[in-house]
């Protein structure tokens, strides 16, 4: 009889340690279904910004196929682009935004798993002829106002940049 009870205490504590590391597998980030963002860095290069932001995103759904074109991603809606750097310039000592936005397309960077959320960071490399009107010159101050939108067109919250001098 002490030789059962002996073998049914080590199964249950065998099993308890599985349940242990099984719990710990499969924890998973408690993160809201819309994208959260924060400006990590802008680097001038020469005659280019890099803007890198990070990002989470509780349910995964970051970026667009290549050909992910139906509506409401189709060319020419606002949804066919998803992550907006609006650019603004200190005037007189008065950010100004001009009416033409910026845009780019991220492409499709949902995780694998049955966990979805993500975290991370998005580079981005701005060319000075992407610049509208009127053009950049070295001396001016300008600044970026970001914001992510992911594919269930949920919108982030917008990040701005601090005051960058071009050189």
Not at 17 to 22: A, N, Y
Not at 24 to 43: M, R, Y
Not at 98 to 106: E, I, N, T
């Amino acid at each position: 009889m002490n030789n059962a009870w002996s073998r049914m205490a080590k199964l249950v504590a065998l099993l308890a340690v599985l349940v242990l590391l099984l719990a710990g597998c499969l924890k998973t980030k408690d993160l809201p279904v819309e994208p959260s963002i924060a400006i990590k860095s802008v680097e001038q290069v020469t005659d280019t910004l890099i803007l890198t932001i990070s990002f989470t995103d509780g349910d995964g759904d970051i970026g667009l196929a290549e050909d992910q074109v139906e509506p409401p991603f189709n060319v020419g809606s606002y949804y066919y682009n998803n992550l907006f750097y609006d650019p603004e310039w200190l005037v007189n000592g008065v950010w100004t935004t001009l009416d033409q936005p910026a845009y780019y397309r991220v492409k499709v960077i949902t995780p694998e798993g049955q966990n979805k959320a993500l975290d991370g960071e998005i580079a981005i490399t701005l060319a000075a002829s992407f610049f509208p009107l009127p053009p950049v010159v070295a001396g001016d101050t300008i600044r970026f106002k970001v914001k992510l939108v992911d594919r269930a067109l949920h919108e982030s919250n917008v990040a701005t940049t601090s005051a960058i001098i071009v050189q």
